[in-house]
């Protein structure tokens, strides 16, 4: 298996304006640009749902029958999909004749796999090409920035051991998808900063790529964890929601019009560290007053130590110094109280931003800290509510999901899978080759 | 002339996903509704180009010769688009046999005309179907929030000198577009809030289409200006840019993706009123730390009476009080230039957090108080960029457009003739009834 690029999302954006998604001059689009191949948006269609007859591809796509048989022949002939017996519909008619056939993904096309590093928690997924999941893994994460050399390690340890737990071979490993924390550049493969790395930037999903001898593709963890609810989540039913995940940093995924938002150069939606104080307090990227610098872990363990009369100079891990603030908090300590009190302040005051700049339908919060009720507690709702622009109409849902790590796993599994799909599948003539 | 309701912004964008804009699931998408009909992409691509040959237009839009001209004969037999020579192009070759010949709008198939009513200035556009502008006015804005009757009165006495100074007659104007400050559901036709009137919500569309006796559509201010920049101005080229305006208040327009965008729920992005500041300066809104309560004009009044030593009983325009204070930092007055200074940060990290959240090619500046080079000074874009976040690229380029206040109701013209295309060729049957 080579290691030849995966398409990204930004592929996915080009092909949808492949489509006729263009300006509203049409003459400023891509104009002489095809469409995208049938057969990808039946691979997707069927992927979706888990099993669709012909008849239904065709209605659900507008298109003839015939030219779903057509492509769906490729497909089966290709080996991506098989025809099954078509599950019985309770609001069916009973027809006469041989029995319905669908069509559903061959779930043994082949395997894709998820990491997510991080500095707390590792975790990784191996699913197959249906997008069931296999096998996965979770084990402590990175501590401090490391080197190129020292992550390309941890995460060929992490693909090792997951795929001895499923009992699988590498060679069966069709693509890869890596979510980390920082400022990543997914289309072109880059690390242009990560906490995690001690270096910048890097060429991460090429470097990777040689290392595991499987194709990668790369994207901030917290765009994944927004695919993930877009692909198997709450996003399913909703075009425009907000994902606000609050960990070692503060992250945001933004879905518009059902995709992934990425900004005009590919950088995405960097909610913590936009400013909420002019001059405020330091954060890790260097500058002053960004939301993170308030709100994040190393915020609140940094007057901590103030609060509980700690020795600066002792070795506690920040997770147990959040853990014992929190209880201090619970039981009434003034101190406590005021540190997290200033946190959901400002929490409140950054997802007001959030509404009055994008009016999602939904925002959702998710990340480790969901298990301090102080980010969401009614005042801090109440309190983002009170900042938002007031309308004749309520400010959007706030969903708390305290999901666990492996989910963050799984949204850069779907990555792969579906990049892998667009890869294989999008581009004329590459049918063939596979 | 009725007053039908005019289709808005977001039924374009429906028209886009009716076109295959959809889901990464295409089962998501508006699986069974028909595309956009191909006369509406045709008009809009012979008004964008100025003239088009038929072949031109197939080629464009990716469609066969023959439907284009079924499809354009429709529209020249509606009075929409007629046949001229066709100008010579230097890089054509010389055909023989007739001369070629291009379709063009029939520019007088009907006028449209563009409002804009603000507290300091009004302005009217009046254009023809191919967008040529035919006559113009400019006066004195409202003031202080009127009735909503008075409002009206005021914009049906705009909309008369715009005629007459054009001697034409209300009869012959098809759509007026109007735009004016404050929070606006384009869609629904309804002002939620707005400084210009006393009372909240108001049907402002259908009372004013009443009113008089032509349909109306109606924005946000500066959502019109953006409108411009891309029909008109610099957006022509650029997919993802954003408009920031400071007048009264502060506004902004965000294009993605060539599109204007409305944020899910219609009202779109209020950069003015984004916190910078917890428990910061008392906005217009209400609220505390608005961007817009550190840099509008009423923000920097507001301490221009204490930097200048006047007596706030005193009656000054707030645009002499300001022009004085710009004069007094200009001459190197410590208090005046700590207004101007403060804003100038307050801006900065407005901007900052557009890029880190929005990350466009390019953002522009504009308003009226674009005069005041404070706004724009090297200090307060060095000051931008180091808020923004740090990686391997330039912060996005700034550009200063201290456009008159006519572009502000060329965008409301350009606004009503969109919608009145999309509305008059935009739905199947529609053409025969007009």
């Known amino acids: 298996m080579g290691n030849e690029r995966i398409a990204t999302e930004s592929d996915d954006t080009a092909a949808a304006q492949r489509r006729g998604c263009g300006p509203l001059h049409p003459l400023r689009g891509d104009s002489d640009a095809s469409v995208a191949p049938l057969r990808q948006l039946i691979f997707e269609s069927v992927r979706a749902e888990g099993a669709l007859s012909r008849v239904e591809i065709a209605r659900n796509l ?22 099954i017996t078509a599950p019985r519909r309770d609001a069916e008619p009973t027809v006469r004749g041989r029995p319905p056939v669908a069509l559903a993904v061959q779930a043994g096309a082949g395997l894709v796999a998820g990491l997510k590093i991080a500095a707390a928690t590792n975790s990784a997924v191996l699913h197959d090409f249906a997008g069931n999941a296999i096998a996965d893994v979770t084990e402590p994460g990175v501590g401090n920035a490391v080197s190129p050399d020292a992550f390309d390690s941890i995460a060929d340890t992490l693909l090792t051991t997951l795929l001895d737990r499923a009992g699988r071979t590498r060679a069966e490993v069709h693509a890869v998808g890596l979510g980390l924390p920082g400022f990543i550049d997914s289309a072109a493969g880059t690390v242009l900063w990560s906490a995690l790395l001690d270096t910048a930037p890097v060429d991460l999903r090429d470097r990777l790529a040689t290392r595991l001898g499987v194709p990668v593709v790369i994207d901030n963890d917290a765009n994944l964890l927004t695919l993930a609810e877009l692909w198997f989540g709450d996003g399913r039913a909703m075009g425009n929601f907000a994902v606000v995940t ?3 940093g503060v992250g945001m995924g933004l879905v518009l019009n059902n995709r992934l938002f990425r900004g005009a150069r590919g950088l995405g939606t960097e909610l913590g560290h936009t400013k909420v104080q002019l001059d405020g307090a330091l954060c890790r990227c260097g500058q002053r007053g960004c939301l993170e610098a308030y709100v994040a872990d190393y915020a609140l363990v940094r ?3 103030t609060a509980l009369d700690w020795d600066p100079s002792e070795l506690v891990g920040s997770g147990r110094m959040l853990a014992q603030l929190y209880e201090h908090a619970k039981s009434g300590d003034p101190a ?16 007001a931003n959030v ?10 919060l998710s990340g480790e800290r969901m298990e301090y009720d102080f980010l969401y507690a009614d005042e801090v709702l109440a309190e ?3 900042a938002a622009i007031q309308v004749d109409r309520p ?10 790590d492996l989910i963050w796993a799984r949204g850069a599994a779907a990555l792969a899978l579906s990049q892998l799909t667009a890869q294989r599948l999008g581009a004329p003539g590459v049918l063939e080759d596979t």
Chains 1, 2 share one sequence.
């Open 62 to 83: 507008g298109v003839s029958p015939a030219s779903v048989t057509s492509a769906a022949n490729e497909l089966i002939g290709a080996g991506y999909l098989e025809e």
């Open 246 to 248: 609050i960990e070692h």
């Open 303 to 305: 007057e901590a130590s």
């Open 336 to 351: 406590a109280t005021s540190i997290f009190r200033r946190a959901g302040r400002y929490l409140a005051v950054g997802l």
């Open 355 to 364: 509404i009055n700049l994008f009016d999602p339908e939904l925002i959702i």
């Open 384 to 386: 983002m509510a009170r």
């Open 395 to 404: 400010a959007p849902r706030v969903e708390i999901h305290a999901w666990g």
